[in-house]
T-cell receptor, first 112, second 115 residues
């Protein structure tokens, strides 16, 4: 049982490049989400999914796309990276209501 | 929209001092409350959670939190901190009920414990 895994751990992009941050969980959790963490800002929700085929926007969705084709995977796509997207990105998953969210180890992204 | 306020940005304590970190939320409905901890270079880990019942909740590593509904507060406490408690602490709230998923986080409080 690996829990929530994220790849890569570190990434450096140039402005305008695109990339996909991977997130996978093996706990059969319905709910998955992406957060970004910036100093002094806490964690802010980017996108979330309540099940395969269902996604919705969080607090800061602009510049990011997601899809959920399987229960296990929830990739986050940056279509055209900007320096403002330099951040640490965390993926999380949970069962509904009575469970807590389990976080992945994070991806540190730098956009030059 | 619900929001979470953590009043202290950075707290510095000596070892063995007592700790209390404030957390207030704004939402009139029934909520679930959480404290997460992030040690340097690591991901978030759950310290404790409150769903219902006894408003005094005990978590891991000697931490506890008290839910005061009338004050919309969920303050984190520890009677005697250790150097290893140096970390960032996040309070989070989630609406209670079927199908409820989204967590709203506070901005975090950085705790530095001086040996």
């Amino acid at each position: 049982n690996a829990g929530v895994t994220q790849t890569p751990k570190f990434q450096v992009l140039k402005t305008g490049q695109s990339m996909t941050l991977q997130c996978a969980q093996d706990m059969n959790h319905e709910y998955m989400s992406w957060y970004r963490q910036d100093p002094g800002m806490g964690l802010r929700l980017i996108h979330y999914s309540v099940g395969a085929g269902i996604t919705d926007q969080g607090e800061v969705p602009n510049g990011y796309n997601v899809s959920r084709s399987t229960t296990e995977d929830f990739p986050l796509r940056l279509l055209s990276a900007a320096p403002s997207q330099t951040s640490v990105y965390f993926c999380a998953s949970s069962l509904p209501n009575t469970d807590t969210q389990y976080f992945g180890p994070g991806t540190r992204l730098t956009v030059l | 929209a619900q929001s979470v306020s953590q009043h202290n940005h950075h707290v510095i304590l000596s070892e063995a001092a007592s700790l209390e970190l404030g957390c207030n939320y704004s939402y009139g409905g029934t909520v679930n409350l959480f404290w997460y901890v992030q040690y340097p270079g690591q991901h978030l880990q759950l310290l404790l959670k409150y769903f219902s019942g006894d408003p005094l909740v005990k978590g891991i590593k000697g931490f506890e939190a008290e839910f005061i509904k009338s004050k919309f507060s969920f303050n984190l406490r520890k009677p005697s901190v250790q150097w290893s408690d140096t970390a960032e602490y996040f309070c989070a709230v989630r609406l209670s009920g079927a199908g409820s998923y989204q967590l709203t986080f506070g901005k975090g409080t950085k705790l530095s414990v001086i040996p």
